[in-house]
Structures are given as structure tokens and as C-alpha cells.
């Protein structure tokens, strides 16, 4: 599986990049680091998605 970056990411979700970089920071998207970049695997990044929609409301329900 590639790694994604977040521009491509954000293409493969039908989202806006800055959408990728909030839930990142307020959720904790899994990544991979590569030196200092940030890189993404989609099967992961759906997986926690997924989990995160179907968590109660106020734990991390909804992902934007």
C-alpha cells in the first residue's frame, strides 16, 4: 500500500487538505513518520475514521 501524503490523502477522501491537517491534530489520524514528514496509509486512515463515527456523542463522534 502506498503512503499518502496529505494533499493525496485528502483527494482519496473527497475532503480539503486543511480538513486532513485538523483531525490530525484534534484526533491523532494514524501516520507514518518519514524523517520529519507526516505520511498516511488510506486502510488505516479509514479504519480510525470508521471507528471514530461510530463512537458515542463527545468521544470523538464525526471526524471533522
Known amino acids: 500500500e502506498k503512503l499518502l501524503t496529505a494533499r ?3 483527494r482519496e477522501l473527497k475532503c480539503r487538505t486543511e480538513q ?7 484526533q ?7 524523517g520529519k514528514r507526516k ?4 486502510s488505516q ?6 471507528m471514530q463515527s461510530n463512537a458515542p456523542h463527545g468521544q470523538g463522534g464525526g471526524w471533522y
Open 45 to 50: 486512515v479509514v479504519a480510525f475514521l470508521q
Open 8 to 10: 493525496e490523502l485528502a
Open 20 to 26: 486532513i491537517y485538523r483531525v490530525l491534530s484534534k
Open 28 to 34: 491523532g489520524i494514524p501516520f507514518v513518520p518519514v
Open 39 to 42: 505520511r498516511y496509509l488510506l
